[in-house]
């Protein structure tokens, strides 16, 4: 793996590495040394810090301008974000510890921007399909085994929502993640191939089968948003993309396959869709900011309702026009907000809090309080405008057939840069966030500018 004769090689194979044990980190600690639960979680730090010296000593991390430009955009962030803090002990302990849960990626993705390309892509789409079936089993046997049981422990011999399969990890959210980018991994193989063959289309029948079925076990709402957001965005630029019309037919067959295999693994796991379906639209929408702030204003596209009968029916949408809704988070804010990542997983446990804002965790309204109304509002519309821009430079560019296999991915950063919790604590859902991002970015770079 260490060949410094080949450093591109070398630091891909770091990476590769550390995708898998940020996947079995929650097998070390939940299963295998459950009493060093918290030593295990932080050897990750270890790890990302040998990668950036070996990225650092061959600049990998600056090779470009606008790496540079984007690494002083956040310094500048970053050092805002220390006036919120107290300027003691701890406080300078918050505000590392802060600037962890936001950044400790971030230099992960300025080398994949490098050095990865479209290759490196398909082959880590392709790898990670080989993992769908035994993932299948240990979710499947999750679902099935008392809660009580070995397999359904988590770290500390407990587990947040039991009756939801955690698979490798150690809490369902992240297991909701990596099934996110398996599904997408799918829909990126499948708008990647150039041509399909009767053994393609069992394969893929085959692993969308097991997938769906995967997603209802996980007893996960968010999931079937982003699993039938995928299959319409990925037939959309299938439909306007440079194949022919012949290929464009199988592709769209096999993207709206998910329908058939849907209502089938429905059928075959019955009880687990029952539970979803009872959770979808089960929130209480009163206690929605978006909700109490306009109630009675009417909505003009369903039959004169009021927003508060809208969201009583709908509340799922209605949960994610709330995340948007950054408002309340304004009010709230101060102008220099309480310091970078003071909402943040690890500052609250450090500081032996529960939660600093009301407003959820989210990340968008944590960092407007974070950063306060000036730089933090700043913050969320820039990732937002930078949704919007990317979105439409895909119009343009991923119609191409060597680009279509970035659809699934760059579908998966938008939603998480409008509405995902991605720096509220190291973990497996920020890890892929910033991976993913990454990965998207390398289709910037052309095929023979990359080495190794």
């Given at each position: 793996m260490l060949n410094f004769e080949n450093p591109y090689l070398m630091i891909k194979r770091l990476v590769l590495f550390f995708l898998f044990y940020m996947i079995i980190e929650g097998v070390l600690r939940k299963w295998i040394f459950p009493n060093l639960s918290t030593q295990i979680y932080f050897i990750k730090d270890l790890l990302l810090i040998f990668i950036y010296i070996i990225g650092f000593k061959y600049n990998f991390i600056f090779q470009s301008i606008y790496s540079k430009i984007f690494v002083i955009f956040i310094i500048i962030i970053s050092i805002f974000g220390f006036i919120g803090y107290t300027h003691d002990a701890n406080g300078v302990i918050s505000y590392f510890l802060g600037l962890r849960s936001y950044w400790i990626f971030l230099p992960l993705l300025l080398i994949i921007t490098h050095i990865f390309n479209k290759s490196d892509l398909t082959k880590l789409i392709k790898i990670n399909l080989y993992l769908v079936l035994p993932y299948f089993l240990l979710v499947y046997l999750q679902s099935i085994l008392p809660i009580t049981s070995f397999l359904n422990s988590g770290f500390d011999g407990k587990l947040l929502s039991p009756e939801r399969p955690s698979a490798f990890f150690t809490y369902t959210t992240q297991n909701t993640y990596y099934f996110l980018f398996l599904f997408f991994g799918l829909f990126s193989y499948i708008l990647d191939k150039k041509e399909i063959f009767f053994k393609d289309i069992i394969y893929i029948t085959f692993l969308n089968f097991l997938l769906i079925s995967i997603m209802i076990l996980l007893k996960s709402r968010a999931v079937y948003f982003y699993a039938f957001a995928t299959v319409f965005y990925s037939a959309f630029f299938v439909l306007f993309s440079k194949f022919d019309n012949s290929l464009k037919l199988i592709k769209i067959f096999l993207i709206f396959l998910t329908f058939i295999t849907f209502n089938i693994s429905k059928v075959i796991f019955e009880k687990e869709y029952k539970h979803s379906e009872v959770r979808m639209n089960t929130d209480v929408p009163e206690e929605y900011n978006f909700v109490i702030d306009n109630k009675d204003k009417v909505v003009q596209i369903y039959d004169g309702k009021t927003v508060q009968e809208f969201c009583s029916k709908y509340s799922t949408i209605c949960r994610i026009?709330?995340?948007?809704?950054?408002?309340?988070?304004?009010?709230?804010?101060?102008?220099?907000?309480?310091?970078?990542?003071?909402?943040?997983?690890?500052?609250?446990?450090?500081?032996?809090?529960?939660?600093?804002?009301?407003?959820?965790?989210?990340?968008?309204?944590?960092?407007?309080m974070e950063l306060g109304y000036i730089v933090g509002v700043f913050l969320v519309f820039f990732k937002w405008i930078s949704v919007i821009i990317f979105n439409f430079y895909a119009l343009f560019k991923f119609r191409d057939k060597e680009k279509l296999v970035y659809i699934p991915l760059l579908l998966f950063v938008s939603v998480q840069l409008m509405l995902g919790t991605v720096s509220y604590t190291v973990s497996f859902i920020s890890f892929i966030f910033w991976i993913s991002l990454g990965l998207l970015f390398t289709s910037l770079n052309k095929e023979n500018k990359i080495h190794g």
């Open positions: 026009i709330n995340d948007l809704y950054i408002l309340p988070a304004v009010r709230k804010s101060t102008l220099f907000g309480e310091g970078i990542g003071a909402g943040t997983k690890p500052v609250l446990v450090f500081n032996k809090k529960e939660k600093v804002f009301l407003l959820g965790e989210i990340d968008n309204k944590r960092i407007i």
